[in-house]
Nanobody, 118 residues
């Protein structure tokens, strides 16, 4: 059974930094695209950043220049480096990954809370 486990969330002051990690485990043949999404209270889940196997990246306009997504294929892990954090970045952050096992589907992590104080 495949699992995605996030870590690295927490409370930080505006202007600070956090690094999120998400590790995939289980029977995995290959991991295709990976990404980070977030959901603030009362709002829909939104895309933050994605990264392909060819390390092509895509970012939401609201985080461009502040956040960096990367991956370590040897560790089946995706990272999100978040700098210059703003109160509006406060949300639960979820990772997802398109994973091939005996089938191919998208998996989600359980989420990690990021809170940015003014």
């Amino acid at each position: 059974q495949v699992q995605l486990v996030e870590s690295g969330g927490g409370l930080v002051q505006a202007g600070g930094s956090l690094r999120l990690s998400c590790a995939a485990s289980g029977i995995i043949f290959s991991i295709n695209a990976m990404g980070w999404y977030r959901q603030a209270p009362g709002r829909q889940r939104e895309l933050v950043a994605t990264i392909t196997t060819g390390v092509e990246t895509n970012y939401a306009d609201s985080v461009k220049g502040r956040f960096t997504i990367s991956r370590d294929n040897a560790k089946n892990t995706v990272y999100l480096q978040m700098n210059s954090l703003k109160p509006e970045d406060t949300a639960v952050y979820y990772c997802n990954a398109d994973i091939s096992t005996f089938t191919r589907r998208t998996y989600w992590g359980q989420g990690t809370q990021v809170t940015v104080s003014a």
